[in-house]
């Protein structure tokens, strides 16, 4: 089954302690994409990468790091996270850069405390 | 400033009636335009889109327009299913190559009563 991949799908963590969330898809997408998704302000996004080595800052790139060394792979990386990143995340892949439907994955819900 | 805007953020439509779902936009160089559904629980998924050189474009129940003089789009979903009920994001893009990206709009709540 095509789909997109996330991990964890809930995650309780402290203020200060490095943690990932995992991205993985199966349809060899070149495009991949991580949002977060907050009350009134719907999807923004964080980072995208339009291939393996290639990424680039969304809107909201501040606290966050990633990383595409393989095709497959797309892990969010929060050094030292800190309450306001308190959110839904969603990742995201694409066959190319476009307009076209992207394939989201099922979520993460982060709290930091 | 929001770029994209859904400035409903609930609608409640009886079973078998239309469901129309609103979305403003103020970037004039969006010339792509989505809609995405999102159950509680999951990512969004794709439903329907439409090019600023269309004004309509239809897929079995659900209708897009888009006004591009009134930079106003709506999503029509006729009839209206109780599996319906979901959250509707709008979306839009613009730019060329690897500067093409999508905003999205807050959503708007839907919900088919039986």
């Known amino acids: ?113 | 400033d929001q770029q994209v805007k859904q400035n409903s953020p609930s609608l409640s439509v009886q079973e078998g009636r239309i469901s129309i779902l609103n979305c403003d936009y103020t970037n004039s160089m969006f010339d792509y335009f989505l809609w995405y559904k999102k159950y509680p629980a999951e990512g969004p998924t794709f439903l329907i889109s439409i090019s600023s050189i269309k004004d309509k474009n239809e897929d079995g129940r659900f209708t897009v327009f888009l006004n591009k003089s009134a930079k106003h789009l709506s999503l029509h979903i006729v009839p209206s299913q109780p599996g319906d009920s979901a959250v509707y994001f709008c979306a839009a893009s613009s730019g060329s190559g690897s500067a093409r990206q999508l905003t999205f709009g807050s959503g708007t709540q839907l919900t088919v009563l039986p």
Not at chain 1, 9 to 34: D, F, P
Not at chain 1, 75 to 100: D, H, K, M, R, W
Request: aromatic share 12%; charged share 20%.
């Open chain 1, 1 to 113: 089954e095509a789909q997109v991949t996330q991990n964890p799908r809930y995650l309780i963590t402290v203020t200060g302690k490095k943690l990932t969330v995992t991205c993985s898809q199966n349809m060899n997408h070149e495009y991949m994409s991580w949002y977060r998704q907050d009350p009134g302000l719907g999807l923004r996004q964080i980072y995208y990468s339009m291939n393996v080595e290639v990424t680039d800052k969304g809107d909201v790139p501040e606290g966050y790091k990633v990383s595409r060394k393989e095709k497959r792979n797309f892990p969010l990386i929060l050094e030292s996270p800190s309450p306001n990143q308190t959110s839904l995340y969603f990742c995201a892949s694409s066959p190319q850069v476009g307009p076209y439907g992207y394939t989201f994955g099922s979520g993460t819900r982060l709290t930091v405390v």
